[in-house]
């Protein structure tokens, strides 16, 4: 069965870093277009950043960008997430997610989900 972990999530002080790692299993990693979603409380799952298979090319979303990294190690079978410079607002469940359509940054189209792993920046 194919499955995702994640970890890394924490707690972490404004302008600190984090790493997540996603681990893909019974999942053929460079046939799919892997991705970073976040999930805030009382808010809908929203893009963070993605890759696309193979590693061809990468997309952030606007609050990301320059202070987030996605990256993918196929020999692994392993997604990273690499958040510098993070705010209080970056707080949130981070969930990786794989496709194997055509590309899309929209949540619903994923079909596969890891459990999430929490990140909490504090001020």
């Known amino acids: 069965q194919s499955q995702l972990v994640e970890s890394g999530g924490g707690l972490v002080q404004a302008g600190g870093s984090l790493r997540l790692s996603c681990v893909a299993s019974e999942l053929p990693f460079s046939r799919y277009h892997m991705g970073w979603f976040s999930e805030a409380p009382g808010k809908e799952r929203e893009f963070v950043a993605g890759i696309t298979r193979a590693g061809e090319s990468t997309h952030y979303a606007d609050s990301v960008k320059g202070r987030f990294t996605i990256s993918a190690d196929n020999a692994k079978n392993t997604l990273y997430l690499d958040m510098t410079n993070l705010k209080p607002e970056d707080s949130a469940v981070y969930y990786c997610?794989?496709?194997?359509?055509?590309?899309?940054?929209?949540?619903?189209?994923?079909?596969?989900w890891g459990q999430g792993t929490q990140v909490t920046v504090s001020s």
């Open positions: 997610a794989a496709r194997f359509g055509y590309y899309s940054t929209a949540a619903k189209w994923y079909d596969y």
